[in-house]
């Protein structure tokens, strides 16, 4: 559905509403296209002006070059050596956000001053070590969730009856529960106290699921495993 303009008279057709509205829109884009060229060639102007300040007053030319950066282009490198080597004597905080930003736009810069050499080292082994501390929390974060989602398959799949004797005996209380979870009822006979692990395992014979698990603890380590049928 087509919407009148606010602004638009109601004797007016809708068409030549429309109309008008296209035709602001154009404008709209003109003006935007003229502003970013003005907005270029004063970055063009400055570079121009960079060059020719740079050999007798470097810090006026190397406020211009920051200026005309974007529109450097090719020259990018060069800038950026000519903004680095003169801010890492005094400003290397400036320095180090120039070398990141050539970093990060993957220009190959040669700095000449030591001093932004040692900056460029210290940026890039900066820039390694965080990755590597990146990487390390990702691929620990990995071994988290694969871990967690090992325990959930061991504390619910379906053992033979071997597999679940040599999963659990000479096993302490906590480690029963790290690899079969809590009981799902416990009781006290003597001394001996039974954990019970209803439909955890399977009959050898039949290949049917046990009605019942019982794992016995004597002190506090398993000491001997039953298993009920159905």
Known sequence: MLLKSP???RRVRRGSCIKV???GMVVVVVLAAFMSSQHQKAQQEALTAADAAYASKPAEAVARYKIGYPSAGSRKAEVLQRIVDHEAEGNPAEATRWIEKGLDEQIAVTYKA???RTLVAKVE???ADREATRKAAEVAKQDERDTKAKERDTKSRTYTRDEFKALVEGKTRNE???LLGKPKSTQQSGELEVWDYPG????PVTGKTDHLATVEFEGDRVANVTFIRV
Not at 200 to 203: N, S
């Open 21 to 23: 509205m296209l035709i």
């Open 114 to 116: 030591a001093a932004s």
């Open 7 to 9: 602004d638009c008279p």
């Open 176 to 178: 029963v529960i790290a």
């Open 200 to 203: 955890r395992t399977t009959d």
């Open 125 to 127: 082994k900066d820039r």
